[in-house]
Nanobody, 119 residues
Framework: QVQLVESGGGLVQAGDSLRLSCAVSGRALSNYRMAWFRQAPGKEREAVSTISWNGGSTTYADSVKGRFTISRDNAKNTVYLQMNSLKPEDTAVYYC????????????WGQGTQVTVSS
């Protein structure tokens, strides 16, 4: 089982930037496809971005394309989400998730980090 710990959330103003980090332990990060999800109050959890095991393939929700960038450093067992031009609608708890390369479900999750964007 892999353990995930997110950090980097906070309270910022619209237009500001934040970088979230997800520290992975228990198994080598290179075994996993990684993702960032978010959940706002009263809303369903949504996938924000995913990244393949070597960083060669990424996906983004339409709502964050051009503003957010996912990356990973397998040597440091860490995944990042660079968030620029933040909007109030980006306010949510952000979760890091891991899925084995051979798997189909994100089974490992972090505890989440709060991102609040004021207008």
């Amino acid at each position: 089982q892999v353990q995930l710990v997110e950090s980097g959330g906070g309270l910022v103003q619209a237009g500001d930037s934040l970088r979230l980090s997800c520290a992975v332990s228990g198994r080598a990060l290179s075994n996993y496809r990684m993702a960032w999800f978010r959940q706002a109050p009263g809303k369903e959890r949504e996938a924000v971005s995913t990244i393949s095991w070597n960083g060669g393939s990424t996906t983004y929700a339409d709502s964050v394309k051009g503003r957010f960038t996912i990356s990973r450093d397998n040597a440091k067992n860490t995944v990042y989400l660079q968030m620029n031009s933040l909007k109030p609608e980006d306010t949510a708890v952000y979760y890091c998730a891991a899925r084995l390369i051979s798997g189909t479900v994100f089974r490992s999750w972090g505890q989440g980090t709060q991102v609040t964007v004021s207008s």
